[in-house]
């Protein structure tokens, strides 16, 4: 024992000669979203369980139809209009995802009083609130992306062995499916509108999840719907509901855009069109103030 | 070197003042313990020194001022708050990884040579570990870290005697040297007695009492007095006097040893007895705070 502790008594000396190390602020925000991912791991488990429920079910539907239908006008019909359904499916997935997420991320610190350990480490409140608010706005969206083509290319796949097997030829399948164009339609709508353009709904939620004590879901809703009932009593008008509605739709021209991206992506998406919207850039300039709110919130809580 | 340096520190909640002009001074180097009765306003001054709370009057440790820059001072301070703040969710060794990733000064190899001496597994989740085991853990990693100082808020409340006997035991003899800084609130004063090198008394909201650890052996002296020598004892005002096992115990301030030895036997007083004169002494405050 004595030796042990001498030992140990020697190496802080040596320790505490040697010049600490350096950590960098995208050192600090890379551990604090791989902490995120280790306390919630329903943010890729559930568009993995997602994913396998919907390849389990293609599979079974495939082999059935296998037999029967020949046309490959038909065929290939089918399999794009499953694919827009596992993207759409998985869209709803981690947004149903990122808005819990987003309720909890920082209540439940408070809540088990593990926010007293994370503040007595050099993390500052910015850098945790970022590193939060990341999570819906990039990391989701790129998980979304990676799941939703990696489980459409598995349908590919499949088809074409059932193809093969019928002793069909594959060219018609994989030459008008925009292989390269589809993914790069679903990154830019995944990113620009499920990251960027409902970012003030994440950047709403983080701040009511700072700030709530209990019923954070409460407290997020009840606003919006005050305001929206307050509104119509008071003016008989309905915007503060419709320009939440246009937002959640993913604004007019994206939803349309979005809607057709499947079909023939590069023609009718403009991918630049909602990028000069005003309403874009006022939604990030929103998404900003709640953030800043949220951080300056975080620095004056303990426990609950 | 002042690690510590606090004058007029106020903070209110509402109408209640947790702190009333508190000043204080701790030097590097020293284990001070701050010793007060429930809602005194420990936690409060301890927080308002980790930046964890605003507060009134001027404060400085290292150097900065906690509350703006809070993140800067976690480089060099460490604190353990309570017990079991660790997420319950973690792996013990994502704790390791998380730390080593964001702290300057954790020393992942010395982290693991304490966790090897106890029973936590690495790959455990901390909701799978007993609460004296979460300590253990917590101060594992607290240890590794080269801090200046290290701020323990009721470190071993709820552990059973052997963890916290432990608890202070790798502290002072793995981690404790010169260099370094401990500030330590506790209800067991009896247990950090022979640890402190400093002592502070603070009661609502104010430090009734403060002194060196060789000044507290050097003028307080407790005498189990001869019944028949009650009342010459008496004569020499004693801070306080108390009945155990039908002798009469006096405690003084500055007496001469020589004689009140003629009186009985002489002691150094325990840190509680004095705690209790001191805080029972104060105006308007029933005795028998001190635990």
Known sequence: MNTQSDAILNSTVESQAAAPAV???????????????????????????????????????????????????????????????????????????????CLDALHGERRDRSIMFWKSLPVSDLTTVLSKASIPIVVLPLITFATTVVTQFIMMMLSSMVLLGSGMSLSPLWARSSL????????????????????????????????????????????????????????????FVAVLGHRLGGGGEASSAAGRMAMDPMLKLAPLGILISPGFWIGLAITAAFLAAAVRVRRYQGPI | MTVIEARGLRKAFGTTVALDGVDLRVEEGRILGLIGPNGAGKTTALNAILGLTPYQGQLSVLGRDPWNSRDQLMRDVCFIADVAVLPRWIRVSQALDYVAGIHPR?????????????????????????????TQLHLALVMAIDARLLVLDEPTLGLDILYRKQFYDSLLNDYFDRSRTIVVTTHQVEEIQNV????????????????????????????????EQVAAARALKPMQERQALGRSILLFDRADRQQLATFGDVRTPSLADLFVAVIGNQPGRAQGAAR
């Open chain 2, 106 to 134: 954790f020393d992942r190899a010395k982290a693991e040579g304490f966790l090897a001496k106890t029973t936590i597994c690495l790959t455990s989740k901390v909701r799978e570990l007993s609460k004296g085991m979460v």
């Open chain 1, 23 to 101: 950590i960098s602020a995208t050192q600090r925000m890379y551990w604090s979203v791989r902490r995120e991912l280790w306390e919630n791991r329903s943010i890729y488990i559930a568009p993995l369980v997602v994913a396998a429920l919907l390849l389990f079910g293609f599979l079974i539907a495939s082999l059935g139809r296998a037999l029967s239908t020949a046309n490959l006008d038909q065929r290939r019909a089918v399999l794009e209009e499953r694919s827009m359904f596992v993207a759409f499916l998985l869209m709803g997935t981690t947004f149903v995802v990122g808005v819990f997420y």
């Open chain 1, 180 to 239: 390269l164009l589809m993914p790069l339609a679903l990154l830019y709508h995944l990113v620009i509108i499920h990251g960027l353009w409902y970012a003030p709904f994440y950047g709403w939620l983080l701040l009511v999840s700072a700030w709530a004590r209990r019923a954070a879901f409460l407290w997020a809703a009840l606003p919006v719907v005050a305001i929206g009932i307050v509104e119509k009593l008071a003016f008989n008008t309905t915007h």
């Open chain 2, 196 to 227: 402190l090198t400093d002592v502070m008394f603070i009661d609502r909201g104010r430090i009734v009492f403060g002194c060196s650890m060789e000044e507290f052996e050097s003028r307080y002296l407790e005498v189990t007095v001869h019944p």
